[in-house]
């Protein structure tokens, strides 16, 4: 009865839902879910689990030098450097890469697609090396050292002086592939 009162009867329902769920995720980002909020592509740069400690440590460390002041002091410090910790590591992850409305937003940058040239997937070694020995410091860089691949995208406009955008992501094919399709869908003038 609950299946007839939703527009369809058991099965068919759950059918008529399937491809309006597979039209929502489009290009999807770094997070199963996908893009969002009519992103093309969307992921949050945030970081591995294992730095999740790092509050703990901080939590610890400010313990152990407020107790000398006593055991009330020891456990406020333990409690403040992991809420401190925690909101400055959540912060420090909250950079995201987002395909949307025909531009590319990298942290606080919005760039037009139409503004930029080739995007060139990077591995491992080539991302580390457009970081070190061949980054320019006239480029926009949007870098997580936790994230091993990236994107190298040419700026195209002249007036512009920087020469490329370099953005940490986990998915470097999938943001390029976002970057032609949202270029794709530039009006022709």
Excluded: C
């Amino acid at each position: 009865m609950r299946g007839a009162a939703r527009g369809g009867g058991g099965h068919g329902a759950r059918a008529d839902r399937a491809p309006r769920r597979a039209a929502r995720r489009g290009l999807r980002g770094g997070r199963p879910g996908g893009a969002h909020n009519g992103a093309m592509y969307d992921e949050r740069l945030s970081a591995p689990r294992s730095w999740w400690l790092l509050p703990v440590a901080a939590g610890l460390s400010l313990a152990l030098i407020l107790l000398r002041f006593g055991p009330v002091p020891g456990v406020i410090g333990l409690v403040a450097g992991v809420v401190l910790g925690a909101a400055a590591l959540s912060g420090y992850g909250a950079a995201r890469i987002r395909v949307v409305q025909g531009s590319l937003v990298a942290g606080d940058a919005r760039i037009p697609v139409d503004a930029l040239g080739e995007a060139r997937p990077l591995d491992r070694a080539e991302a580390l090396a457009w970081r070190t020995a061949k980054a320019d410091p006239r480029a926009f860089m949007l870098l997580r050292s936790y994230v091993p691949t990236a994107l190298r995208v040419e700026v195209s406009d002249p007036e512009d002086p920087t020469p490329y955008v370099y953005l940490s992501t986990r998915s470097p094919e999938r943001l390029a592939a976002a970057l032609e399709a949202a270029r794709a869908e530039l009006p022709r003038g």
